[in-house]
């Protein structure tokens, strides 16, 4: 599996006073942290699932609300590292 070759932290505070945290990592994320995602689908994946779906992804950036400790967006990559990459779930 690859991983991306850095990492990224940084925190941003928007006009409605809300912090979000952009990383590129999923270390300290929990399964409740993913509530709220994938409303409407026909067949949602759980959110135990969307975890390992962001933890097995090549790339993934997460937008998380510091001040309410979740999850408020995210992007996954999969990628062969050389060429392709496939971003899913848009």
Same mark, same amino acid.
């Given at each position: ?11 941003r505070?928007?006009k ?8 590129t ?5 929990? $399964? ?55 971003? $899913?779930?848009?």
């Open positions: 599996m690859l991983r991306s070759p850095f990492f990224l932290q940084q925190q505070k928007g409605n006073g809300m912090t979000i945290e952009y990383r990592d999923t270390g300290g994320i929990t $399964p409740d942290m993913l509530e709220g995602f994938f409303v409407g689908w026909p067949d949602t994946p759980g959110c135990g699932t969307h975890l390992r779906l962001l933890r097995q992804s090549s790339h993934v950036v997460l937008a998380v609300d510091s001040d309410r400790r979740q999850v408020a967006g995210f992007i996954t990559a999969v990628s062969d590292g050389v060429l392709s990459a496939y971003i $899913p779930l848009l």
